[in-house]
């Protein structure tokens, strides 16, 4: 398996190959240098894992395609450090779900339909007071960081905990 390491850099520079194909395709007048792009950031998507020089080749194309553009009201501005790592986290995700056993990728999706559809029946319960719904996103927040990274033992053990809350409050406003 990847390390975590290379796994984040490679979901790095495949946010940014999206971010910047979908610029430069956007601000293209030339549909054929916005599907070049398109191509482009498709091509960073099924690169190989271990082929980090040719995704990172293809970010550097993309951002010198992008340099020319630099000037343009919709410029992808470098983001904040937590949303950087949010929308890089996205990702990564991906890279890890994908090199999981089908087991485990079913038991993840089982498991986040679970968690949302308790975290959705929470949230449109009347009458609850604030320290109970935020007790509810951040049971929700906790249980889905677990399943991103994996952790079966913990995504259930928060599952649980969201359940209980719905038993719990459903019970007292009905």
């Not at 000037?71 to 949303?83: I, L, M, Y």
């Amino acid at each position: 398996m990847t390390d975590m390491g290379h796994a984040w850099q490679v979901a790095e520079l495949r946010w940014r190959s999206n971010t910047l194909s979908t610029f430069v395709a956007a601000c293209s007048q030339d549909e054929e240098r916005a599907r070049w792009a398109r191509e482009l950031a498709q091509q960073a998507l099924e690169s190989n894992l271990d082929d980090v020089e040719a995704i990172q080749e293809i970010v550097w194309t993309l951002a010198d395609s992008a340099e020319g553009l630099a000037d343009h009201p919709h410029c992808p501005s470098e983001p904040r450090p937590d949303e950087a790592d949010r929308l890089v986290r996205d990702h990564l995700k991906d890279i890890l779900r994908n090199r999981l056993p089908t087991e485990a990728r079913d038991w993840m999706s089982g498991t986040q339909l679970s968690l949302d559809v308790d975290f959705r029946a929470l949230r449109q319960l009347p009458a609850l007071d604030s320290q109970v719904r935020e007790d509810i996103f951040y049971t929700y927040g906790r249980a889905t960081m677990a399943l991103d990274l994996g952790n079966q033992e913990a995504a259930e053990r928060e599952l649980d905990r969201l359940q209980e809350l719905r038993k719990s409050h459903a019970k007292r406003t009905h």
